[in-house]
Each structure stands twice: as C-alpha cells, then as structure tokens.
C-alpha cells in the first residue's frame, strides 16, 4: 500500500508537471475513447432496437385485387396451420387507404387525388419469437408467395438481416480504428512519461544507489500514465454525454419518428465503467513501457 500511495502522489505530481506535453497525451487517449464510446453507443443502441423489431417482426401478404373469398380463406388456413402467427388480421383495400392517410398526414392530399384506391388488401402477421429462430416463418413466407391469390409477401426478416449485418460491420470497423488510436494514445503516453523520467534521472540513480525497491522506482510513471488515461477517459465520457444530450434536444422526436417510436440511450453504467478502465489501461501501458528505462 506504502508503494502505491508513492506512486499515485508522484504521478500526480508528474502529470501536473508535464504541462502541454501531457495534455497532449490526454488528448489522444480521449480521442480514442471518443471513438470506442460513439462505436458501443450506436451499436448498442442499434442492439436494443434491432431486438425490439425483433421481437414484434411480422410478415404481409398482399391479396390480388382479383382474389376470391376461397383464396383469402385457403390463405389465412396455411397461416393458422403452420402455427407460425401470435396474432393476425387482415386489411382491406379502403383500411390500407385509410391507415395511409392517418400515418402518412404529409402525403393525404396525394391520397385525395386517386381515381382508384392503389393499395391493395392484406393479411398481417405477427410472429411467434420462436418461429423466426427455427426457419418456420421462412418456411411458411414462400409457400405464401406462391399461393393462388397471393400478390406479393413483405417479410420483415430481410430488412432486420441488412440491419444486423451493417452493425457488425461498423462494430468491426470501429473496433479496428478504436484499437490503433489506442495504440497510437499509449505511444504518446510512453513519449510524455519518458520526458519526466529523463528530468528525474539524478533522483532515480539515487534510488537505484540506496536500494530503492523496482516498485517505487518505476511505479510512480505507471501511475502517471494511469492517471493520464483516466482523465482522458472522463473527458471523453463528458464530452459524449455533452454531444447525446445535444442531439437529443435537437433531434429527439424526429429520430423517435425514424425509429417507428423507438429511442436511443445513453450508455449503462458497465459501458462507461468499461471505458474508464480502457483509458487507465492504455495509459497505464504507456507508463509501463516508460518505467522500463528507469531501474
């Protein structure tokens, strides 16, 4: 405890000291969790909603306006057979129009100037959670599409697949320029710590001379880099959390509307923790890799 309670005061006092210098190290490690914070708050968010669509996914099938009351029925048989549907209903041509103009307000006067109603009926499905996981509802969606009075099938799956794939490929991607930005804070870190050790040099030979033990010698520039990257992951913290709450106040309705009534969070608690021990790792590294020339 004695070696640790040296080395955070002499840290503290290196970080103190290193002036510009250390700032700069401070600045890079943000910029770093700058990045792999904005990476966890969309893909966790994108997660979370992405599982709520999920979990109310549905599918339609869209009549021929030639459809008979024997194909609509023959229809609705395959969908109640196959067990895949919580809960379905079906839509009539002038229900279709009239959910149109109520959801669509902007665009019912274009609804106004139809000569023919152009929406077609249809029979809604909600689907079993379970359904989805073992392939029924695939299953049952192309045996629909090619049943008599059917005129098309619109399957939320395919849309929920373009949108968990694009998430792993901005996860993989931020993780990848997260990953070198750290890097680069650590070498930083190492390059601000190595500038103080070599103004402490005197110091540390005396050390070395009395039989200093390697902890007190080298711990106080691990210090000072741990304590770089914990403020460098405060600050990016507080300047995500200044950035969400802007774009919630600007743009909070409209993104609820983009979302289909859905809304965005900042990150829980194990995230921010997360990146709180991230920059006092990298910073950390680069104390380390400092510390090594002293002792």
């Known amino acids: 405890m004695r070696a640790l309670a040296y080395s955070l005061r002499l840290g503290w006092a290196g970080v103190r000291r290193s002036g510009g210098s250390g700032a700069f190290a401070v600045l890079a490690i943000s910029l770093a969790m700058i990045v792999l914070g904005a990476l966890l708050l969309i893909t966790w968010n994108g997660e979370r909603l992405l599982a709520r669509w999920s979990s109310a996914a549905e599918f339609s099938v869209y009549l021929r306006d030639d459809a008979t009351s024997e194909e609509r029925g023959a229809i609705e048989a395959i969908i109640d057979q196959s067990g895949v549907g919580a809960a379905r209903e079906y839509v009539s ?10 959801e669509f307000t902007d665009l019912a006067a274009l609804a106004a100037n139809f000569n023919d109603n152009p929406f077609p009926a249809s029979v809604e499905v909600r689907l ?3 359904a989805e996981a073992d392939g029924r509802a695939v299953a049952v969606v192309k045996r629909l599409g090619s049943a008599a009075g059917v005129a098309d ?4 799956s395919e849309w929920l697949g ?7 490929t901005v996860r993989g991607a931020g993780l990848a320029l997260a990953l070198l930005m750290a890097v680069a804070a650590a070498v930083t870190v190492a390059t601000v710590v190595r500038l103080g050790l070599h103004a402490r040099r005197d110091e540390i030979e005396i050390m070395e001379l009395v039989g200093a033990p390697l902890a007190f010698i080298r711990g106080p520039f691990v ?5 770089q990257g914990g403020i460098g992951a405060i600050v990016a913290l507080l300047l995500l959390g200044a950035a969400f709450a802007v774009t919630v106040a600007w743009w ?7 979302l289909a009534g859905g809304s965005i969070e900042f990150l829980p608690l194990r995230f921010v923790g997360f990146l709180l021990v991230g920059g006092m790792i990298v910073g950390s590294a ?6 090594r020339h002293a002792g």
């Open 153 to 156: 099938v619109g399957y939320d």
């Open 162 to 168: 373009r949108v968990a794939g694009t998430l792993r």
């Open 286 to 291: 680069g104390g380390f890799a400092a510390a």
């Open 223 to 227: 210090a000072e880099g741990l304590l």
């Open 252 to 258: 909070g309705t409209d993104i609820q509307a983009i």
């Open 93 to 102: 041509k002038a229900e279709a129009l009239t959910r149109f103009r109520r």
């Open 128 to 130: 079993r959670p379970e």
